[in-house]
């Protein structure tokens, strides 16, 4: 595909929302009318405010410590509000031999409660909330691990490979939570694999009349038919269609496998009918070329198609504090 066939590919999905997982707005992401978060896809015009900058965040970080956890409450970090297990509200009060600056107390008894208490963020420890909050930035903004190590001057080595890993665990969960499977009766799903040049094998699907549904997987070195059996059965909903022209795929699964789909998973193989769309095809000509860039493992797909989302937002950093917010709200419950 030449450059300028890419870049028009390119324009047709920024235009399609080629790049999103989903067409239902998730459960893990406010709608794309809601005012809690950007719309996918929209311009920095879409609302208030700027797109946040780290200069901003760092800004931000010389607030008092009690200002920095109003503000982590605000954007759903933090809880709005703790319940004792006295049965009071507790307040949240100035704490100066606490690592944030302060801890959850009760005006009635003298129970008092860390603040990231019941958080996503709990066992993130040792390093200031502010720091969290910068290296969160520095994650949703695909800095390396080594340059927000140097940016953030920590002498802790080990707290952003624990927090970007962490990261890479809400991808996971993420993905896994918004992309049901795809397909439906009567719906045809165009399946395609293809090879890395570090000979990595992904096999794919997407809908031939909903491109934004489409689901990734990486094979296992030395792959077979029970491996590409279970990725499609795994991925496509029962009843929907098959459509390939991928003489790799039809060879591994060979007749046999192609009985076997249809008879106990409902997934008919169709040889004959060609490909409605031409989009599709230059659809599966972006993802390898984009693909085809790295090494990928399953997890660091995840990652891959996650990014895509985000970068499809107006604000990055808003959007993974939305995923974990709303996949990890706080706890506000009496303990």
């Known amino acids: 595909m030449t450059e300028s066939s890419f870049d028009a590919v390119m324009a047709k999905a920024s235009e399609a929302g080629l790049l999103t997982i989903s067409t239902n707005t998730p459960s893990s992401v406010p709608p794309a009318n809601s005012e809690q978060g950007p719309k996918e896809g929209d311009e920095a015009d879409d609302g208030p405010g700027e797109v946040t900058t780290l200069k ?5 970080c010389l607030d008092s410590d009690l200002e920095f956890i109003e503000c ?11 319940q004792c297990s006295c049965g009071n509200q507790m307040m949240v009060s100035l704490a100066s031999d606490a690592l944030d600056g302060g801890e959850w107390k009760c005006p009635s008894c003298p129970i008092t ?16 909330l502010k720091d969290v909050v910068i290296g969160l930035y520095c994650w949703s ?13 920590l002498r802790e080595v080990s707290y952003v490979p624990f927090l970007y890993k962490k990261c890479q665990q809400l991808t996971t969960e993420f ?19 293809f090879q890395t040049q570090a000979g990595l094998h992904v096999v794919g699907g997407v809908e031939r009349n909903n491109y934004k549904n489409v689901f990734f997987r990486v094979l296992p070195e030395n792959w077979n038919r029970d491996d590409l059996v279970t990725a499609l ?53 972006l993802f390898e070329r984009l693909i085809a860039e790295k090494d ?18 107006r ?3 808003l959007f993974l504090l939305e995923v974990i917010t709303s996949l990890h709200p706080p706890c506000i419950a009496a303990s």
């Not at 982590?72 to 703790?82: D, E, K, R, S, Y």
């Not at 496998?257 to 409902?266: Q, V």
Request: hydrophobic share 35%.
């Open 56 to 60: 901003m965040l760092l800004l931000r």
């Open 72 to 82: 982590c409450q605000h954007v759903g970090l933090i809880a709005p509000n703790q």
């Open 113 to 128: 409660r860390g603040i990231r208490e019941g958080t996503w963020l709990e066992d993130v420890r040792t390093i200031k």
């Open 141 to 153: 903004r695909n800095y390396p691990e080594q340059l927000c190590q140097h940016e953030m001057d």
């Open 175 to 193: 993905i896994n939570n918004e992309i049901s499977n795809i397909g439906r009766p009567g719906e045809v799903v165009e399946i395609e694999q």
């Open 233 to 285: 059965v795994d991925q496509i909903s029962y009843g929907t269609i098959l459509h390939t022209k991928d003489t790799v795929l039809l060879d591994i699964l060979a007749p046999d496998g192609i009985k076997y789909l249809e008879k106990y998973w409902g997934l008919k193989m169709d040889l004959r009918s060609n490909c409605e769309s031409p989009l599709v095809t230059s659809l599966w000509a």
């Open 296 to 313: 990928y493992t399953q997890n660091s797909l995840l990652e891959f198609l996650m990014r895509r989302r985000m970068e499809s937002t």
């Open 315 to 317: 604000d990055p950093f």
